[in-house]
């Protein structure tokens, strides 16, 4: 991985020389060698802070919200998950494709940093891919300016491996369902990272952060993290990119994309395959009408 360093280095070096952006978001090494978190980078001096390795694993398309009113270019290096989630973003008007320059970075896939604890550098390569990327079939960016690398070979994972955990719970009788739940929002903070890392989560004002009407309580109790998971789950029914970064950076270990993967499964179900964030031409099946929907719910 060290050639894409080197050639991710160079290419942000030019665009700030030249003044062609304002900011170059990519990754850096963090405090320890298992952390590869993102990094802005304003001057050409600074470009050796980049780095592409196995830990490169944050999705950094969310990122362009920050700076969609800024005068100037924004350039950023983005996997395939990111480049779906720059897909998303422009179908949802968030942001303006003149306004930035996407560089892709063929992804092998990443490995998870909390997986990483307690072991010496020198075991990084015994460590499994992240389990979010361990069933991923768009390692290459879907969306580019320029591409850096070779692409690389796409998995192939079918619906029964994709849709693993999502089969296991359907087998669950209702208050079985109900009670593993029940147990998981127990356990939410409703510290909002999950939503906050989304893509998908773009609105300009949450209506969970509205004060009125109040549509969530400040109390953190079971009813109220239910009614936020599942809100938030059809927030993003359709347009979830499976980058399975609202589950990576749960604090409490909670399987939120086990609730996405049942929605894209029964939508897949009921209008026919469909992968979020692909095709900028593709509607989401829930965010348009046909004559032909089905109506059984009727």
Known sequence: MMDLTQKMRDKARELLEKEEVKYVIGWEKGTFWYQSPPVFISRPEDVDKLV????????????LL???HLEGKIALFVKGCDSRGINRLLQDQQVQRDAFIVIGVPCPGMKDPEKAKGLSEDKADQLQLAEKCATCT?????IYDELLGDEVAAAQVDDVERFARVNELEQKDPDEKYDFWKRQYDKCIRCFACRNVCPACNCRECVFDQAEPEWLGKRVVSSENQFF????????AGRCIECGEC????????????????IIKDINNLFGSYDA??????QP?????DVNDPEEFM
């Open 285 to 289: 099946p829930l965010g348009k009408y």
């Open 277 to 282: 964030g692909m095709n900028l031409e593709d």
């Open 247 to 262: 589950e990576r950076v749960c604090p409490m270990g909670i399987p939120i994309m086990s609730l996405n993967r049942k």
């Open 52 to 63: 592409w390795d196995q830990f490169c694993i944050n999705n950094l398309s969310k990122y």
């Open 138 to 142: 768009t390692p290459n960016p879907v």
């Open 229 to 236: 998971a599942l809100t938030r789950a059809m927030h993003v």
């Open 66 to 68: 920050d700076f969609k």
